[in-house]
């Protein structure tokens, strides 16, 4: 089995997003403005300073993200074990074992998220609710950026889906396998759903938002249009962005290491910086 080559859309997959079930640790704040001196950003500003967040927090990680890191890797490699028996078992009744044949069913397996989203602005503008309404922003800014991480890790790997080919090590060969952009986004989605409001219904929450991912992968595995490690790695995608979009706005604890630029006589310098007691 050619693992090796599945290590580098494995590591681009994951190098900014796995760090769940924790927040996402960034460089010690600056002192907030003067709220008198200027008024509150805009959403643009906003979601520009997240993406710039999102895509530098590895620079940031400590032990723990790197555990969840590693773990998150060996993962997907386990799943690419059983890429080609996930695919038998759903292509046995297709003639031809399901190769040639059409993604036929990319809208329908793109309803569940896209309901969850419309239900939620829809019923946020119903009732004018703000707390709605945001829940409904981050839903979209979740999305947004796991698609555009899915794409980046598409063109990277190149992998060939199981309806262009019965071997599921088929890397760099342009194709748009891994990972999947309607798993990643639907467990971004679902995971918002989740893990927003109180806690009264929070297990029928749970119930909806991550059965929303759970769905949408095995729709996607059944309709022959990705491998199984494609699916284990966009859920390890989706969800962790969720937690980050969900968890931006919280003072994360202080760095064990980090970046720093110092200016020195004739021009700057840079710096990495580790305490290695808080390890």
């Known amino acids: 089995m050619k693992l090796t080559r599945l290590w580098l ?3 681009l997959l994951t190098g900014w997003a796995v760090a769940a079930h924790g927040e996402i640790p960034g460089p010690t704040p600056a002192p907030p403005p ?9 959403a643009l500003e906003s979601l520009g300073s997240d993406i710039a967040a999102y895509y530098t927090a590895p620079l940031h990680w400590r032990l723990k993200e790197w555990t969840w890191f590693g773990g998150t890797v060996a993962l997907i490699a386990a799943s690419h074990h059983w890429d080609t028996d996930v695919r038998d078992h759903f292509t046995r009744d297709l003639a031809n074992s399901g190769v040639g044949t ?3 069913h990319a809208v329908q397996d793109a309803l569940p998220a896209a309901a969850a989203f419309a239900a939620t602005w829809a019923g946020a503008a119903l009732l004018d609710d703000s707390a709605g309404r945001h829940e409904a922003w981050m839903m979209l800014e979740a999305g947004g950026l796991s698609a555009v991480t899915t794409e980046l890790a598409k ?3 190149g992998r060939e889906r199981p309806s262009e080919t019965t071997d599921p090590n088929r890397w760099r060969e342009g194709g748009s396998s891994f990972p999947s952009l309607h798993v990643s986004a639907a467990f971004a ?3 918002v759903l989740a893990e ?5 219904y929070r297990w029928v929450r749970r119930v909806l938002g991550y059965g929303i991912g759970g769905y949408t ?9 990705h491998w199984l490690s494609d699916a284990v790695a966009s859920a390890g995608l989706g969800i962790p962005t969720a937690r980050f ?14 970046f720093s630029v110092l200016p020195v006589r004739g021009g700057v310098m840079l710096t990495y910086s580790i305490d290695p007691s808080r390890f």
Not at 196 to 200: A, K, Q
């Open 155 to 157: 063109y990277a790997a």
């Open 34 to 42: 003067d709220p008198a001196s200027q008024g509150p950003p805009s």
């Open 217 to 225: 992968a095995y729709a996607r595995l059944k309709h022959n249009a």
């Open 9 to 11: 859309p494995c590591l």
């Open 189 to 191: 989605v679902g995971t």
């Open 245 to 258: 979009v969900m968890h931006r706005g919280e003072a994360g604890p202080d760095v064990a290491s980090g």
């Open 102 to 104: 059409k993604d036929s």
């Open 196 to 200: 927003s409001g109180g806690d009264d």
